[in-house]
């Protein structure tokens, strides 16, 4: 399974651009983006690649519902730390 974050760009230079997730920024390649992409701009992101460019809302809510997800899992960790999947044989 792939997965593509959205990512929110914050500078441009060519066909490079430096996007920011959670405070995190990093390089990626713009060449697979098949339209122009602006400063705040979100566009999601597989494999250091920009492959499509995202409406701001639904970029956010995704984010949101990663962050949930993560916290979910961070917290089943601390309250598990053996690391055995509860409720199960």
């Not at 460019?53 to 916290?71: G, S, T, Y």
């Amino acid at each position: 399974m792939c997965l593509a974050i959205p990512s929110k760009v914050v500078t441009l230079k060519d066909q490079m651009a430096t996007v920011d997730v959670a405070g995190i920024r990093r390089e990626v390649s713009l060449l697979l983006l098949p339209e122009e992409a602006v400063v705040g701009d979100y566009v999601l992101v597989h494999a250091g690649f920009a492959i499509q460019k995202v409406d701001p809302e639904a970029a956010e809510e995704a984010l949101k519902l990663i962050a949930e997800i993560a916290e979910w899992e961070e917290g089943e960790e601390n309250s598990n730390p053996q690391g055995k999947k509860s409720g199960g044989g």
